[in-house]
């Protein structure tokens, strides 16, 4: 017959549990895809010593003053010159990605050669707004972006072979320079500012998610369908900005490439 502890052990809810170097950890319920994922990347690598967190990176191309057919991105830390508002891939780290953003950058600069407090202030426009002074005769050039694809590269393998860019393009009901009216009409302001209703316009979900691990060839590219110049009007500059949004896994890169050789010999 069973006692009181017996029934009480019986009766307790049981857990699966994710094992990691500090002890074991309860996952929270998969309620949603990113929380689902977040638990998968824990049982994946906590048992290694890798801390996963939410994260994001933020990669830029300068738009160059001549017509250009493809828009490169650096992702790893340690490749070329970083802008003050880029955040790269360390190469000790993975980073899976579940969002991608893209966004037109634009500001004041000399010669195309914007300084470090000129990205830093730099804005973010989710199409080529006519009315702005840095789009100014420029914007039909700047849809070309939105004609073109994005395509993703690892190493030797392509993995995201096209997602068409038009997917980023938003264009809000309130737009920025519109609304003014003079003369005998009532005065009425003009919209400060391109409408942005929702957190990270333009930003859309990756399915499936991927993993980019800071010891391979990352090469993120927009191929346009003809070279154009894409720059921004006289004392502006414009930039490509692609935001991935998803989970660091920090340390985890070693880690990673040993799985995939364990992988490779089973």
Avoid at 55 to 65: A, K, N, Q, W
Avoid at 115 to 135: D, E, H, K, R, V
Avoid at 211 to 229: F, V
């Amino acid at each position: 017959m069973e006692n009181f502890s017996q029934r009480a052990s019986r009766r307790k809810p049981k857990f699966r549990t994710i094992s990691a170097l500090g002890g074991d950890i309860i996952p929270a319920k998969a309620f949603s895809r990113k929380q689902a994922v977040f638990n998968e990347k824990a049982a994946q690598y906590a048992s290694q010593g890798v801390i996963t967190t939410p994260g994001y990176l933020r990669l830029e191309s300068l738009c160059p003053t001549a017509a250009t057919s493809v828009f490169n991105f650096n992702t790893l830390d340690t490749s070329g010159t970083k802008t003050a508002t880029e955040r790269r891939l360390k190469l000790s780290d993975t980073f899976t990605v579940t969002d991608i953003s893209f966004y037109i950058g634009y500001g004041s600069a000399t010669s195309n050669a914007p300084t470090a407090a000129q990205y830093a202030g730099q804005q973010l426009a989710t199409f080529p707004n006519p009315n702005l002074s840095a789009f100014a005769s420029k914007d039909d050039e700047l849809e070309v972006l939105y004609n073109g694809f994005l395509q993703l590269r690892i190493d030797t393998t392509t993995f995201l072979d096209s997602i068409p860019m038009r997917q980023f393009y938003r264009v809000g009901t309130s737009q920025a320079k519109t609304g003014a009216t003079g003369g005998t009409a009532p005065t009425q302001l003009a919209v400060g500012r391109d409408e942005w209703p929702l957190a990270m316009y333009g930003r859309n979900e990756l399915l499936p998610t991927i993993e980019l691990n800071g010891q391979s060839n990352i090469e993120w590219s927009i191929n346009l369908p003809n070279a154009t110049d894409c720059s921004g009007a006289s004392t502006y500059f414009t930039n490509c900005v692609l935001i991935l949004q998803g989970f660091l896994n920090q340390g985890a890169a070693g880690v990673q490439k040993q799985m995939q050789a364990r992988l490779r010999r089973s």
